[in-house]
C-alpha cells in the first residue's frame, strides 16, 4: 500500500537515487559499526545503508512506517518520537551486539519542523556519539556552520560549535524529495571536538540566549545588563553587537561566571 506523506509529521521523503548514493558515500558506513537512522520513512537511506553494515538501528516515530520497516532482515525499529530516546542507553545496548563498536554514529534526513530541538537533544549525548550526518534545511545548516560578523551567525552556531567541528558536505535541492519541500536542503557533517572546552552548558546556552535576544542592540543593552546582575567583575567588551563575538570569548565567559 502506498504511503501517503504526513504533513504533522514533516514527511518529505528522498526520492533522488544520486544524491542517496552521495549521502551514502559520505557517510562511509562500515560492517560492525553502530549506525542510528533518524527518521527512516520508506528506506531510501535506509536499504544501502543496511546492505553495507548488516545491521541498522532506526528510530521512526510513524507507526505505520515503522510496522512496514520491522519485516526487514537486520533491521531494528524504534517506534518512538526520537526526542524522548535516551542515545546513551541506546549506545550502551548496541555497544554489546557491535564488536568494537563504542561510539554511535548518527545519520537521518530531519524532519524540518523539529530540526532543531533534535540537533540540541542529541548534544545532551555527545560523548556517546561518533558523529553525526544529517539532511536538513539549508537555511539551518548555514546557520550551523556560521562564522560571526555574519548575519546567519547565532545561538545555534555558538551551541553547536562548543561540541562539533561541521561542515556542509551536499547540497540537495527540493526536487529530490516526494514531496517536493519549499525550501533548499543540505546535507552537514558533525563531528564531536575531542577537547571541547569545559563549561557548564546550562550557564553558556543562558548566557547566549540573552545575547541574542536583541542581536541588532549592542551587548550593553542585554548581556551587560545580565552580567551586572549576575556581579560578574571580570573583563568583557560589551560594546559588539552579539554576532560580533567569538565562540572561544562566549565559552571563555561562560567558563569564568
Known amino acids: ?24 558515500g559520505a557517510i562511509d ?22 546492505e553495507r553494515l548488516g545491521h541498522l538501528t532506526v528510530i521512526e516515530l510513524d507507526r505505520d512506517l515503522a510496522v512496514r520497516l520491522s519485516s526487514r532482515p537486520g533491521l531494528t525499529v524504534i517506534q518512538s518520537d526520537v526526542l524522548k530516546v535516551d542515545f546513551s542507553e541506546l549506545a550502551s545496548s548496541l555497544g554489546t551486539t557491535n564488536v568494537g563498536a563504542s561510539k554511535l554514529r548518527v545519520v537521518g534526513n530531519l524532519p524540518y519542523n523539529i530540526s532543531t530541538p533534535i540537533l540540541f537533544h542529541l548534544l545532551d549525548f555527545v560523548d556517546v556519539i561518533q558523529d553525526q550526518h544529517f539532511m536538513l534545511q539549508k537555511e539551518v545548516v548555514d546557520r550551523m556552520v556560521a562564522r560571526p560578523a555574519s548575519a546567519e551567525y547565532g545561538r545555534l552556531s555558538v551551541m553547536l560549535q562548543w561540541r562539533y567541528a561541521m561542515d556542509m558536505v551536499l547540497f540537495v535541492p527540493p526536487e529530490s524529495f516526494n ?7 543540505a546535507v552537514v557533517r558533525m563531528v564531536p571536538h575531542k577537547d571541547p572546552a569545559s563549561v557548564d552548558g546550562k550557564r553558556l546556552s543562558e548566557i547566549v540566549r540573552v545575547a541574542f535576544s536583541q542581536r541588532r542592540k549592542l551587548l550593553r543593552h542585554t548581556l551587560g545588563k545580565w552580567l551586572q546582575e549576575k556581579g560578574y567583575g571580570g573583563e568583557f567588551d560589551v560594546q559588539r553587537r552579539a554576532e560580533e563575538v567569538p565562540v572561544a570569548e562566549y565559552l571563555a565567559l561562560a567558563a569564568s561566571i
Do not use: N, Y
Open 1 to 24: 500500500m502506498k504511503h501517503i506523506p504526513r504533513k504533522r509529521f514533516g514527511q518529505h521523503f528522498l526520492a533522488d537515487a544520486g544524491i542517496v548514493d552521495a549521502i551514502v
Open 29 to 50: 558506513p562500515r560492517p560492525g559499526q553502530a549506525v542510528v537512522e533518524i527518521g527512516p520513512g520508506l528506506a531510501a537511506l535506509t536499504q544501502p545503508l543496511l
Open 179 to 185: 514531496p517536493p519541500p519549499r525550501v533548499d536542503s
